[in-house]
């Protein structure tokens, strides 16, 4: 069979992006810039369907021509596509051609589906959305697509039938990480992406899933269940990517990386005892950090973490079930800095509970931590969440008919004590203040000055600074010696839109 998976994007969204990158007059944080990665859940899809014969093309409708995108689904049996709900409405768009223009059996999957089958359906965008991870799912469907009669005993799956919505018994999560198939990366032109990138790299997800219980946070897609592959599966994955496509570094876009404290403290050594020598980064929660971890983290590589913060208010975190306080985040943050790493806080503008007051605490906080970097994104409500039913009076418009971005964002609904302008202005003053307490000379040397601290606190860190030093150049050896040499040869004069973050001098 010949299947084609397409990842629908917001071309609203697209265009806005760069059009803000290019303009230099404009503030920018991180985020400003859409970065491009190949989408991992249809390259997950396609591992599965190589296996079992099919032939499958990927198309990113962050990158491709619509052209091209239709010549593929002429030329494909079925036609799958892949939707977040800030996409939902640019994906509602290609089913529509799939199904409707070219006469193609059309399945959509992905958080939107998920959530918002109807959308979709009651479009005549597809013929079945997939609810939740679709691993097993795709596979059936490929097997049945044909004979309606077996869609009924489909786990996972909503359809139309006799007019009306019908939807089978939730599939169970995949529990064997270790079973899922290495990503079809070779469909891609990962060259390409890389090319497009800011930060060039290859991604990898190890795990899924996250226990936590965020409000703003959709856990749909699976159900707050965690589960990760093994230590040797993981590890093999990121040296399959090293080995093949020999990239400047990995990013790993697991929900929860650190969650488990023993699995992440072995795949460091398991990386180390293998030799190999690539950086990485991955995804956080400051509270999960501790001193071993974060030392053999960055031992083997990781050069730079994100902490989901989202708030320094006390009372906001409390409002979005975060289950963090300001002391473990003061005492994670100063944990990173003592061990020089490189870390960032993702921070959350616009929850109805929020005053003025909760504002200036975080800019308190992030002046307090000093994050290397900060990406403030202003929130917008997502079917499923519990944030969403709590918003639902204050919405302006259906979610899914807004091509948002969470740093390009629509109003659609009206906060209760900002206008959509003054949430603006607000994630403004936390950039300038983040740029005011990081930047410049004096910063600088207050953090040298921690990390002699913790060395002179903790002699075990000499030795693991000229380990990391070592490490460090037989990666930059690696990297020298490929297209990517920019990266750590300072050829490249981008440093400062390489990171993503202003100049103090910038955003005064």
Same mark, same amino acid.
């Given at each position: 069979m010949k299947?084609? *998976?397409i990842y629908a994007k917001s071309q609203a969204i697209r265009e806005?992006? =760069?059009?803000?990158?290019?303009?230099?007059?404009?503030?920018? =944080?991180?985020?400003?810039?859409?970065? /491009? $990665?190949?989408?991992?859940?249809?390259?997950?899809?396609?591992? $599965? &369907?190589?296996? !079992?014969? +099919?032939?499958?093309? &990927?198309?990113?409708?962050? /990158?491709?021509?619509?052209?091209? /995108?239709?010549?593929?689904?002429? #030329?494909?049996?079925?036609?799958?596509?892949?939707? *977040?709900?800030?996409?939902?409405?640019?994906?509602?768009? &290609?089913?529509?051609i799939s199904k409707q223009e070219i006469g193609r059996f059309t399945v959509l999957g992905g958080p939107h589906p998920t959530?918002?089958?109807?959308?979709?359906l009651e479009a005549d965008a597809g013929d079945i959305c997939v609810q939740g991870e679709g691993d097993v799912t795709i596979m059936e469907i490929v097997e049945h697509w044909q004979d309606r009669s077996k869609w009924e005993d489909i786990q996972g799956i909503t359809f139309m039938k006799d007019g009306e919505i019908f939807q089978t018994p939730r599939r169970p999560l995949v529990r064997d990480m270790d079973a899922v198939p290495m990503p079809a990366y070779h469909l891609w032109d990962i060259k390409e992406y890389m090319t497009l990138m800011v930060n060039p790299g290859v991604t990898a997800i190890t795990s899924r899933g996250c226990p936590y219980e965020c409000t703003f946070c959709d856990a749909e897609m699976t159900p707050r269940k965690y589960r990760s592959m093994s230590v040797e599966k993981t590890v093999d994955l990121l040296e399959h990517i090293i080995t093949t496509y020999n990239p400047p570094q990995i990013i790993l876009f697991d929900d929860l990386f650190t969650i488990q404290r023993k699995r992440v403290i072995a795949i460091c050594k398991e990386i180390v005892k293998r030799g190999l020598y690539f950086e990485w980064l991955c995804e956080s929660r400051i509270d999960t950090m501790d001193y071993e971890m974060l030392r053999w983290m960055r031992k083997a590589g990781c050069v730079k973490i994100a902490y989901g913060l989202e708030s320094g208010s006390p009372d906001m975190l409390v409002t979005m079930k975060k289950g963090v306080t300001q002391e473990k985040v003061i005492r994670g943050a100063k944990l990173n800095r003592e061990l020089g790493m490189y870390f960032k806080f993702f921070m959350l503008y616009g929850f109805p509970e929020e005053q003025q007051?909760?504002?200036?605490?975080?800019?308190?906080?992030?002046?307090?931590?000093?994050?290397?970097?900060?990406?403030?994104s202003l929130l917008q409500p997502i079917p499923g969440t519990t944030f969403y039913e709590?918003?639902?009076?204050? &919405?302006?418009?259906?979610?899914?008919?807004?091509?948002? +971005? $969470? #740093?390009?964002?629509?109003?659609c609904f009206k906060h209760p004590n900002f206008t959509h302008?003054? *949430? +603006?202005?607000?994630?403004?003053?936390?950039?300038? !203040? +983040?740029?005011?307490?990081?930047? =410049?000379?004096?910063?600088?040397i207050h953090r040298k000055i921690e990390r002699v601290i913790a060395m002179v606190k903790h002699p075990e860190l000499i030795g693991d600074w000229f380990e990391i030093k070592r490490r460090k150049r037989?990666?930059?050896?690696?990297?020298?010696?490929?297209?990517w040499k920019y990266v750590v040869d300072g050829s490249?004069?981008?440093?400062?839109?390489?990171?993503?973050?202003?100049?103090l001098g910038k955003t005064a």
């Open positions: 299947v084609v *998976l806005l992006a =760069g059009e803000l990158w290019s303009d230099e007059t404009k503030l920018k =944080g991180e985020m400003a810039r859409d970065e /491009i $990665y190949p989408p991992l859940g249809i390259t997950i899809l396609a591992s $599965y &369907l190589e296996e !079992a014969g +099919h032939t499958v093309k &990927l198309f990113d409708d962050s /990158i491709a021509m619509l052209d091209d /995108i239709k010549d593929a689904m002429r #030329w494909a049996d079925m036609v799958g596509i892949s939707s *977040l709900t800030p996409n939902a409405r640019r994906a509602r768009e &290609l089913g529509q959530t918002n089958p109807e959308f979709f007051k909760d504002h200036r605490i975080s800019e308190e906080i992030v002046g307090k931590t000093r994050p290397d970097s900060v990406c403030v709590q918003i639902k009076p204050y &919405l302006t418009q259906d979610v899914a008919e807004v091509e948002f +971005h $969470y #740093w390009h964002s629509t109003e302008e003054e *949430l +603006h202005a607000e994630r403004e003053r936390l950039i300038k !203040a +983040h740029a005011k307490a990081t930047k =410049g000379i004096v910063p600088k037989k990666h930059q050896q690696r990297v020298a010696k490929t297209e490249n004069q981008k440093d400062i839109a390489r990171q993503q973050v202003p100049t």
